[in-house]
Structures are given as structure tokens and as C-alpha cells.
């Protein structure tokens, strides 16, 4: 298989509001595309049942989710720690263990997942975390340390796999392609608020972006503040008129 060239894509969890914009931007490349979805949400992939191959089911069921990346240059997983029943990491270690082996694996958390420990996470962070835990387990609905021992799995993996970890989403026009950083906490990203259709592009970028290639990266909207703020520094200061101007 070519490292660089997609042609045909596997997108788990395809009917979400994330899913289906990575199915979108999947298309608009001319990608080959399938999706996995629950067998309840099929409907909502109608707009691009004659475009794509939908297999319904739990993404957590690996016979399923063996037939669907065969073949495919590409997984994007979207990791969801819904029930208690195993099924983000039941996803991972299905991608892991039968996507072809060059494949480009992209997954998607938030930015509570920390690779190497060194995140920086406000009171109100992880104080928004812990409630969240605690809740979705007293009603069995989600299981965050699931989503965080999927993402174990992934980091021990030795695939070519990416984790891009979204902050506070919304929903609206694309920015165009988010700025990323390796760490939560660094200025860059402090605005916390990416578009879910840019948070969507940034997986599809990566699927041919080899920089990213066993990165975490955390990713923020390209127009907020923080991004522009950066943005403006990094740009060289050029004297006109003797009055200083952005370059
Ligand atoms: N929401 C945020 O603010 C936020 C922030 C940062 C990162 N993220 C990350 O972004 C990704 C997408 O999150 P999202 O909030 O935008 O949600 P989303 O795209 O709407 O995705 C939700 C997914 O969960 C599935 N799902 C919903 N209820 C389920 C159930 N009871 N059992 C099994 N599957 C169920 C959905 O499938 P159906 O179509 O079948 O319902 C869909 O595939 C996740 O990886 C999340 O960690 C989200």
C-alpha cells in the first residue's frame, strides 16, 4: 500500500454530528467511503446512501469492524465512551488489531486524554471532569476511563495512528483548518473553541499528513483569539511610515 495516497476510507461512528461531517470531507476528496453506524441511526446517513457502503452495528463489535476497514487506506474513529460496556476501547483494539497494516488510523477524544502527563488543565477543567465521571457512571451511560484506556491501547500501539483531541466544540462555517499544539495549557489554545466541521477536516487532513503521524495533538479554532494571538506574533513586525504594522 502507498503511505501517501488515500483512496478508500473507513469512518466508525459515520452518523454522528462528527461522523458526518468526516464523511463530507471524505467525499469532497473523492475518498472511497464506509461507514459504521448503529443500526438505529442508518437513516441518518440518507444523504449519502448512494455515495457511500454503510455497515450497520455496534462499534465495538470486531467481526464487524474487521470487515469494514479491509481493504481501507484509512480508519477515522470517532471514540465514544457510551454504556458501560467497553466501547471505546473495544473500538481501538478492533482498529488496531484489523486495519491493513500501513494504514492511517485517526481517532478522536477530547482533551481530557494526556499522552506523557504534561497537560495543564484549569481548576474549572477538571473540576467539569470528575462531575462528568462521576455522573456518567452513577447512570451507567458513559465511561470516560474507557475513552482514556482506548487511548492506552493507541499510544502503546506501533501503527501510524494520530489522536487529535478537540476542545469545547460548536457548530457553524468552517474556519478553515485548526491550529494544533502538543499540550493543553500552552497559550495557543486557550480560546477553546474549535468548529465540529474544522474539528472534522483536521482528521481528514491527517489522514495524509505524516507530521502527525503518532502525535496527540490538540487542536483549536483557527479565527479565535488565542489562534489569531499567536498568529500575530509569529508574524514579523515591519516598520511603515515610521509607525509599526503587522507584516
Ligand atoms: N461534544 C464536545 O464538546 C466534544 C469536545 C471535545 C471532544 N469531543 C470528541 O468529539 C467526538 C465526537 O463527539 P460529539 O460530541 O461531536 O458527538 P457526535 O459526533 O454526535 O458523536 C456521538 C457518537 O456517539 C454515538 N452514540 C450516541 N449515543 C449512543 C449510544 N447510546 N450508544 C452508542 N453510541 C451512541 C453516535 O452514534 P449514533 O449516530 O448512532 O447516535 C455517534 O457516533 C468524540 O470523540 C468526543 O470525545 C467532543
Request: a neutral charge; glycine letters at 8%; aromatic letters at 6%.
Amino acid at each position: 500500500m502507498d503511505n501517501h495516497r488515500i483512496r478508500k476510507v473507513c469512518i466508525i461512528g459515520a452518523s454522528g454530528k462528527l461522523g458526518r461531517y468526516l464523511v463530507q470531507h471524505a467525499l469532497d476528496r473523492g475518498y472511497e467511503v464506509v461507514g459504521v453506524c448503529r443500526e438505529v441511526s442508518v437513516g441518518k446517513l440518507a444523504e449519502f446512501a448512494d455515495r457511500i457502503t454503510i455497515l450497520p452495528g455496534p462499534t465495538n463489535d470486531r467481526e464487524l469492524i474487521r470487515r469494514a476497514v479491509a481493504g481501507c487506506d484509512g480508519v477515522l474513529s470517532v471514540l465514544v465512551p457510551w454504556g458501560v460496556q467497553q466501547y471505546s476501547s473495544g473500538t481501538a483494539q478492533a482498529v488496531l488489531d484489523f486495519a491493513e497494516p500501513e494504514a492511517r488510523l485517526i481517532f478522536s477524544c477530547g482533551w481530557h486524554i494526556t499522552r506523557d502527563g504534561r497537560d495543564r488543565y484549569s481548576v474549572w477543567f477538571r473540576a467539569a471532569l470528575r462531575v462528568a465521571a462521576w455522573l456518567g457512571r452513577l447512570l451507567r451511560a458513559v465511561e470516560i476511563e474507557d475513552q482514556v484506556e482506548a487511548c492506552r491501547r493507541i499510544f502503546a500501539s506501533d501503527r501510524r495512528w494520530t489522536v487529535v483531541r478537540g476542545s469545547d466544540l460548536e457548530e457553524g462555517e468552517s474556519q478553515g483548518l485548526p491550529v494544533w499544539s502538543r499540550h493543553v495549557g500552552d497559550p495557543v489554545l486557550a480560546s477553546n473553541r474549535t468548529r465540529r466541521v474544522d474539528f472534522a477536516l483536521f482528521m481528514v487532513e491527517a489522514l495524509t499528513d505524516d507530521t502527525l503521524v503518532r502525535e496527540v495533538p490538540a487542536i483549536v479554532g483557527r479565527l479565535t483569539a488565542s489562534a489569531q494571538a499567536q498568529a500575530g506574533e509569529a508574524r514579523p513586525q515591519v516598520v511603515r511610515n515610521g509607525e509599526d504594522a503587522a507584516g
